[in-house]
Nanobody, 123 residues
Framework: VQLQASGGGLVQPGGSLRLSCAVS????????MGWFRQVPGKEREFVAT????????YYGDSVKGRFTISRDNAKNTVYLQMNSLKPEDTAVYYC?????????????????WGQGTQVTVPA
């Protein structure tokens, strides 16, 4: 199973970025997907999750109203649109494939993880 995340970078506060994660090696359309982030020295933080068909979404409190998760099952890709970015959003962002089809914020529910993409929002 391979997950290739892209789209990270340096963006000014208030700006936007769109992360993408292309998945191969699993039947993508039968798995929920998630985005997590991690800052060195801190625990991995749940960001967003989407169920198998995109009909159910769930967000972490810190990104609710600013970030949007979506998926394209025809392209085996999940996206994270990040708007109104803040310095505290600076982290390495990871996409992950859930073991099941329903949304979940528990990192232990995810079987496969991408390599991460850095997002930096300077203060």
């Amino acid at each position: 199973v391979q997950l290739q995340a892209s789209g990270g970078g340096l963006v000014q506060p208030g700006g936007s970025l769109r992360l993408s994660c292309a998945v191969s090696g699993v039947i993508f359309s039968t798995h929920a997907m998630g985005w997590f982030r991690q800052v060195p020295g801190k625990e991995r933080e749940f960001v967003a999750t989407i169920n198998w068909n995109g009909g159910n979404l769930y967000y972490g409190d810190s990104v609710k109203g600013r970030f949007t998760i979506s998926r394209d099952n025809a392209k085996n890709t999940v996206y994270l649109q990040m708007n109104s970015l803040k310095p505290e959003d600076t982290a390495v962002y990871y996409c992950a494939v859930s073991r099941g089809a329903s949304v979940t914020s528990r990192s232990s529910a995810y079987a496969y993880w991408g390599q991460g993409t850095q997002v930096t929002v300077p203060a």
